[in-house]
DNA sequence: AGAGTATATCTCGATATCAAGAAACTTGAT
DNA sequence: ATCAAGTTTCTTGATATCGAGATATACTCT
């Protein structure tokens, strides 16, 4: 079935005959797809009123395990947002009860980030709610494909995740 | 090579090893690959005094071929944006000469927004200079399998495209 | 023709994000 | 000890986005 990207390409083959576009069909599928991904998520994330940057930072603490504490600069690197935007995602989730901000007992410049019981129990039950949803835009691909895309995007996204990016 | 959803897959199996989180593999990839893109195009862009989105919308236009002209609401459907979005940003692509407003002869609700000749120059110069990160950001993968890549991916990206979405 | 529905674009208020710089603290070298 | 450089987090101001509703025009059916 054709997409958006294949018009998109035949459309510059046709206006731009002397370049080649082919970096095309793979990265502008990426940033589309991504773009529809960020929309069913809202909408997932809605059954269990949560945005999709608390899902984000709350989901970040409990894969840390108990006791589900992170510094602000380590929720930085796993959700690829700025400090300053940080800074305001802590305190607006403070401030709802979902995380509690502590001092770090071995910097003080620091400070940990703590999920509240609540907290846990919001970002379990959107997880399965996610994973329930990602499983149906995953459909039409068999274990084999998916595998397959799995192993080729991580060499795309391993060179911004290990160098320093 | 290990990419940070390598690290977030481990985690949540052993946070959560009663949930199946395999469809993270794929589509946790997307999103910080789209992300990290992100990024990497506002620096290149930059080098052409133009922002991602002045880019999308220019190219959009560039694409319809001569006379360079679509209405507002085919420009949604290519960027992904709603309609309150692109009005502010036709608004300032107008402000800097970069795109013109006419009225649509076939409909009177309607308008078109046409390409400037500067707009027209500033998309092209701007497209080979996307082009040329892209390669490099491909660099790794083999032409099969940025083929391969393609199509699964389309796979995803067809039902949001087609279907109403 | 007229009524009701659908479409196209714009307006407006609320909000999240970023970038740059400030403030507090740590580290390493002399 | 002290100083300079590095880090960690927060503050601030500007800006782009979204969502909901407003307005104007077009279409459809009787």
Chains 1, 2 share one sequence.
Do not use: C
Not at 21 to 50: C, G, I, K
Not at 76 to 81: A, F, G, H, K, R
Not at 137 to 164: K, V
């Amino acid at each position: 079935m054709e997409d958006e990207v294949d018009r998109l390409v035949a459309a510059w083959r046709r206006e731009r005959p002397d370049l080649d576009v082919e970096p095309l069909e793979v990265l502008s599928r990426v940033s589309r797809l991504a773009r529809h991904l960020d929309r069913a998520r809202r909408l997932a994330f809605a059954e269990h009123q949560l945005e999709p940057w608390e899902f984000d930072v709350l989901t970040s603490l409990r894969r840390a395990g108990a006791p589900y504490q992170l510094s602000p600069g380590q929720l930085l690197t796993q959700t690829l947002v700025t400090s300053g935007t940080m800074t305001n995602r802590i305190d607006r989730l403070a401030k709802k009860g979902l995380v509690e901000r502590l001092p770090d007992p071995s910097d003080r410049r620091g400070v940990l980030v703590r999920l509240s019981p609540e907290g846990r129990d919001r970002a379990d039950q959107a997880l399965a709610g996610l994973l329930a949803q990602e499983r149906a835009i995953l459909g039409r691909l068999s274990r084999t494909e998916r595998g397959e895309l799995a192993d080729l995007l991580r060499q795309l996204t391993a060179p911004f995740d290990n160098i320093p990016g």
